[in-house]
């Protein structure tokens, strides 16, 4: 699971919640692995992004400097703020572990790098 | 043999002439151009002429249809091509020419079995390649993980165009197999993210996964994540619009069942049928939150159906009595 898939997902499925926003990350397995960078699909994915809620994912995975507190001005343009964001929302990747709802404590497993945010029948 | 008509407007435009009385043509074309007070310079004479008087570089090119023919019967019919009217005042260059002509010979379409003589044959300048080559680049038999209804690599394009998906942009399948789509949609720039048809990808090894097979194409850049989700709860994502498009081959029952989860009083039935109407109805409401502005939703039927319950569940009966839905 890369931080773009994060920074989307919510468990407001789960009855009665309504924040369900950021999920925390517990990941016993992160891995780094490079991919090719686009700059005008990073730039274009830097609107939709929760910034809070990915530097916190990214402190999560101990890498809490990568990212200034706020999205820079005229970013469209500023290669080096593109990258480090390229880089946290894709190249940093959760192999194993858990995504926790913030209201019920609900545990939702990443397994193999895929999150399974089904419920139990109970729960819908 | 066709006249350009050009400079009135910034246009260039081709007319093609359906009959064979050559000497009316220009004279017909003016006529009514007047007709309808178009104002439009028509060349005196034919396009033919100009790119026999032309004196550029050319070379002439057979290709033929359904059977393969021998260099020597190629040249055949490049001699025996009407020279006397096709005087090209250019050079010959095979290597590096400014034009070619293509003489292309139709053999018919029952594959292995050509016609005797060509049905067809053409006469045709060279423009531009077309991108078919890329359906046998992405051909299923080639591709390593396959399901039972991967979606063919021409429709798959089809589809992918369809969606009008861009290069840089962010693409959706809530309802994956083996990934055809979006393989499709990778190798057109985009980035994608599905949802599994089925819950089970994690029963497949490491190289059977849509993973492996945008990285069989070099796509693997392109790949941001799966996840296993129950498509009809919609709320799973944070209200914004993120999807450029959407293209999905939904599991209407007919190819391959469609289940959901559902809340049951026995805890028995976790999963219940996933009704076609539903189906659609998660998809729309789906589609209403999450495309841009302008994205689309790319769907495939497999048949003409009736978004109706009742004629839904009648479709069902009849074909599917003895499907393990």
């Known amino acids: ?124 | 043999m066709a006249a350009s008509i050009g400079k009135s407007c910034t246009r260039t435009i081709l007319v093609h002439f359906a009959h064979e009385h050559t000497d009316f043509r220009i004279p017909e074309l003016q006529s009514i151009l007047g007709l309808f007070h178009i104002e439009a310079t028509v060349p005196k004479e034919c396009l033919k002429e100009a790119h026999i008087k032309c004196k550029e570089s050319f070379k002439y090119q057979v290709t033929s249809f359904n059977k393969k023919l021998n260099k020597e019967r190629k040249l055949q019919i490049i001699e025996d091509l009407p020279h006397e009217t096709l005087a090209f005042e250019g050079p010959v260059d095979l290597k590096n020419p400014q034009h070619e002509y293509h003489i292309i010979e139709d053999y018919g379409s029952l594959l292995g079995q050509p016609t005797e003589a060509p049905q067809q044959v053409y006469f045709a300048k060279w423009i531009a390649d077309g991108q078919r080559e890329k359906i046998n680049e992405f051909h299923l038999q080639k591709r390593h993980f396959i399901a039972n209804t991967s979606m063919d690599a021409g429709l798959s394009m089809v589809m992918s165009n369809l969606g009008q998906v861009q290069s840089g942009t962010l693409i959706f399948d809530p309802f994956v197999g083996s990934g055809s789509l979006l393989v499709s949609a990778a190798a057109q720039g985009a980035f994608v993210m599905a949802r599994p048809s089925r819950a089970n990808v994690k029963q497949r090894s490491d190289d059977e996964s849509v993973r492996a097979n945008l990285r069989q194409y070099g796509l693997e850049s392109h790949y941001i994540d799966i996840l296993v989700a129950d498509s009809s709860r919609v709320n799973m994502w944070r209200e914004q619009p993120l999807f450029h498009s959407i293209i999905t081959d939904p599991p209407y029952g007919i190819r391959e069942g469609a289940k959901r989860i559902e809340k049951s009083e026995k805890h028995i039935a976790q999963r219940t049928e996933y009704h076609l109407s539903d189906i659609f109805m998660d998809l729309l409401n789906f589609a209403a939150r999450y495309l841009t502005l302008n994205g689309r939703l790319e769907g495939m039927s497999d048949a003409e159906l009736h978004v109706d319950h009742f004629q839904e569940s009648t479709f069902r009966d009849m074909y599917f009595k003895e499907s393990n839905l």
């Not at chain 1, 945010?117 to 729960?123: A, F, G, K, N, Q």
Request: hydrophobic fraction near 40%; charged fraction near 30%.
């Open chain 1, 1 to 124: 699971m890369k931080l773009l898939t994060h920074n989307m997902l919510t468990s407001n499925i789960i009855k009665g919640v309504s924040k369900g926003f950021p999920l925390k990350i517990v990941a016993s397995k992160v891995e780094e692995k490079e991919v090719d960078f686009v700059p005008e699909f990073t730039a274009r994915m830097i609107p939709k992004i929760d910034w809070p809620a990915l530097r916190q994912a990214a402190a999560d995975l101990g890498k809490p400097d990568n990212l200034p507190e706020n999205v820079v001005e005229k970013y469209e343009e500023n290669e080096e703020f593109l990258k480090k964001t390229h880089h946290v929302l894709m190249e940093l990747e959760v192999l194993e572990g858990e995504l926790i709802c913030p209201e019920t404590g609900r545990k939702f497993p990443v397994s193999n790098g895929i999150p399974n945010m089904l419920l139990r029948e109970d729960e819908v």
